[in-house]
């Protein structure tokens, strides 16, 4: 299995910056696409931004030009750095990676963090 452990949620006030960090661990034999998921009370949740093995990226409009996504494949960790915060990106955020359990095994497996508190407020 694949653990993902979140950090660096808090407080920012608007217009300021947050960097997220999400490291996988655990018993496995290639992570293919990571992402970052958020869900604000009362509100379903939603993709914000992913990122392939090849570092192809995704993102959601609400946030596109604001957040960047990327990885680092040798710590098996990817970041959602996160600027010109708004009151609206307010929400629990959620590392996702699909990955596989071993060579020749060609199903995907999705494993999700425990999710990390984002508050932008003044």
């Known amino acids: 299995q694949v653990q993902l452990v979140e950090s660096g949620g808090g407080l920012a006030q608007p217009g300021g910056s947050l960097r997220l960090s999400c490291a996988a661990s655990?018993?496995?034999?290639?992570?293919?696409?990571m992402g970052w998921f958020r869900q604000a009370p009362g509100k379903q949740r939603e993709l914000v931004a992913s990122i392939r093995p090849d570092r192809s990226t995704n993102y959601a409009l609400s946030v596109k030009g604001r957040f960047a996504i990327s990885r680092d494949n040798a710590k098996n960790t990817v970041y959602l750095y996160m600027n010109s915060l708004k009151p609206d990106d307010t929400a629990v955020y959620y590392c996702?990676?699909?990955?596989?359990?071993?060579?020749?095994?060609?199903?995907?497996?999705?494993?999700w963090g425990q999710g990390t508190q984002v508050t932008v407020s003044s």
């Open positions: 996702n990676a699909d990955w596989y359990a071993g060579p020749g095994m060609s199903s995907l497996i999705s494993s």
């Open positions: 655990g018993t496995f034999f290639r992570i293919d696409a």
